[in-house]
């Protein structure tokens, strides 16, 4: 076998990689060519060749970070490029899955809510009534994060991610409410666009928080413009993927991050605390009549839906609130880790010395002389 120097091992697997793409180029090329009747097949072809590019060329993509560490002097990377590679990443895959999966359309059963009782004249009421919440926790998210800096911020970009997100919380209960009054596409549209304010605010945030100042604060402007362009998609295309990944994203990555990532601040739970809330309120809006029954008629699951997912900012602003910088960062997952190995050796001297106190009484002398010995 053929001994390469690292340099050699580096320029082959970017030889490997290079031929990966080109050939995944080129059959995206050829399936949006395909005519119409050519279209299921096209997808089936299309994933068993790329899974066959990835067989062949697993070892050497895997071997990319291998090679990356061992040719770190030779052909160094810059931070800025390693950025630019993750993002090429993420938009390769994104476009992969907008070639693959298929169009999502608004489903108009969407509009047909359990609960359509009217009180005091207003279509629609507990719906309607229910979004009030947003109002208030947003406009007390507001006054919190511009008036004195209550809430502490200490990070550049801080101030602009949560005054978006606080803001596209109020504008909620105003864009809920309308649509909620006569349910339809067209109002719809004003329901979700406070929301992905909101979502990609709060991501935005997030990577100033956990990841890196500079990106974050980069990245505000761009994903407030994906989520704006997600619902104008979904509008003129009547295609919910985009939309649904922008909701989607942040639902699975800031749990995820919250517990792998070490954080800046403290009282991080309520991360968790939050993202239980939103889970709970897609349970609630999945299951609108069946909640509506349960409750003897009295509130529908799409209006539990409403009051749950108030929750959130309320667990954010409380966290902060409460939260302080902290001086050692370290990873919920890193303090779980910790406590559960503290547990185990606790657990393994109490078994060691009950054993010990067992052959003691037993008569064992050997296991006598070495309690004698421990103590």
């Not at 180029?25 to 899974?51: H, N």
């Not at 004249?121 to 229910?130: A, F, K």
């Not at 409460?322 to 078994?351: H, I, T, Y």
């Not at 008569?363 to 010995?373: I, P, T």
Request: some cysteine.
């Amino acid at each position: 076998m053929a001994n390469f120097s690292p340099l050699q091992e580096r320029l082959q697997t970017r030889s490997a990689f290079e031929t990966t793409l080109a050939a995944s180029a080129r059959m995206t090329c050829s399936y949006l060519g395909a005519p119409d009747s050519e279209e299921k097949f096209c997808k089936v072809q299309w994933w068993r060749r790329f899974w066959d590019l990835l067989r062949r060329h697993g070892y050497w993509l895997l071997s990319c970070r291998d090679s990356f560490y061992s040719t770190s002097r030779i052909m160094p990377i810059s931070s800025r490029d390693q950025k630019v590679i993750w993002w090429g990443a993420a938009l390769f895959v994104f476009v992969i899955l907008m070639l693959v999966t298929p169009k999502i359309p608004q489903d108009q059963s969407y509009h047909n809510f359990a609960d359509r009782r009217n009180f005091f004249g207003i279509p629609n009421t507990l719906n309607v009534v229910s979004n009030f919440p947003f109002l208030i926790i947003g406009v007390i998210g507001l006054v919190f994060t511009l008036h004195d800096n209550t809430f502490g911020l200490s990070l550049k970009g801080e101030l602009w991610g949560w005054t978006a997100f606080f803001f596209g919380i109020a504008a909620t209960a105003f864009g809920s409410a309308y649509y909620h009054l006569k349910p339809s596409d067209n109002r719809l549209v004003w329901d979700r666009l406070p929301m992905t304010i909101a979502f990609t605010s709060v991501m935005a945030v997030f990577i100033i928080e956990r990841i890196d100042e500079l990106t974050g604060r980069a990245s505000i402007a761009p994903l407030l413009g994906a989520g704006v362009v997600s619902v104008g998609y979904w509008w003129f295309a009547n295609d919910l993927r985009l939309y649904a990944l922008v909701q989607f994203v942040p639902c699975v990555a800031i749990p995820a991050m919250t517990i792998a990532l070490p954080p800046r601040y403290s009282h991080s739970s309520y991360w968790l605390w939050a993202a239980g809330f939103y889970l709970f309120a897609k349970i609630f809006e999945a299951n609108d009549m069946k909640f509506y029954r349960w409750t003897k008629f009295w509130a529908s699951g799409h209006t539990l839906k409403h009051l749950s997912a108030a929750m959130v900012p309320v667990c954010i602003i409380i966290m902060l609130y409460k939260r302080n910088m902290r001086n050692e960062r370290q990873s919920m997952l890193d303090r779980w880790k910790g406590q559960w190995r503290g547990a185990n050796g606790v657990r393994e001297d109490r078994e060691t010395a009950s054993s010990k106190w067992r052959y003691y009484w037993s008569g064992s002398h050997e296991q006598a002389q070495s309690l004698v010995s421990d103590t």
